[in-house]
């Protein structure tokens, strides 16, 4: 039957559509115009930095002047190019199939930060963005990854507490005001966070002003310490 199936709707590439040899993938020239981050990267964010890895955590500029509440970070992607268009079809264009590569490619860039007993917390949508677009992206990465990754998944373990404004042209310092107490512990959650370790999920870095929030979030619910894993980080290329 899957042999017969695959005849009739064979695999395609994720990005453009043209066929692959399984399904969930990248052709080989999406996957060249993908921009995955590896090599050196900072610890706490995932950025690439420049040179080889020395063996000890190196920190990128802005990872070295924001205090950041979470203990280490990493992200799978670049948020530019065939990086920028995955994660905007996965947000906005109800390409919830790219989930499951996507959490694939987190899982590979995470095995550095995740730990046995972690549980895996995806950063909230407010209800009402929820309404408009049906599904909140980080939760679904989140589930995928917890699966591959086999760690437990809490997908409402937090929840905004008011609605914040689109983040888009804001700068560093406005979006942490924006972010400010808008994300919350959810009190019938807080006994699968207290004591444990917590993987937050998001799909972009930009500033970390919402991953700050969520992560002082469920360090309020007794999470002995937080990671994150994003999809994309907002950076320089080096």
């Known amino acids: 039957m899957q042999s017969a199936l695959r005849l009739i709707f064979p695999p395609q590439c994720v990005s453009c559509g043209s066929l692959v040899d399984s399904e969930f ?8 115009q993908t921009p995955f981050i590896n090599g050196n990267v900072c610890d706490q964010c995932g950025t690439p930095l420049a040179g080889e890895p020395c063996g000890t955590p190196e920190y990128c500029d802005d990872c070295l002047t924001i205090a950041r509440p ?7 992607l670049l948020y530019r190019d065939n990086g920028r268009r995955l994660v905007l079809a996965l947000k906005h264009g109800d390409r919830l199939d790219l989930a499951k590569p996507a959490a694939r490619w987190l899982a590979a ?22 309404l408009r677009r049906r599904y909140n992206q980080a939760a679904e990465l989140a589930r995928q990854m917890a699966a591959i990754s086999g760690h437990d998944c809490c997908p409402d373990a937090l929840f905004r507490s008011r609605k914040t404004a689109v983040q888009d042209g804001m700068g560093r310092d406005e979006r942490f005001r924006n972010m400010s107490a808008a994300i919350r512990p ?13 993987v937050l999920v998001d799909d972009v870095m930009t500033s970390g002003a919402t991953l700050a929030a ?20 907002v950076a320089k290329d080096t």
């Open 25 to 32: 993938t990248l052709c080989g020239d999406c996957w060249r």
């Open 70 to 76: 979470w203990a280490q970070g990493r992200a799978a």
């Open 109 to 130: 860039v995470g095995r550095p930060i995740l730990q046995s007993g972690m549980v895996v917390v995806p950063v909230p949508a407010h209800w009402q963005r929820l």
């Open 186 to 198: 959810n009190p019938r959650r807080k006994a699968i966070l207290q004591g444990r370790a917590v």
């Open 214 to 233: 969520a992560t002082e979030a469920c360090l309020v619910a007794g999470a002995t310490h937080v990671c994150v894993l994003v999809l994309a980080r």
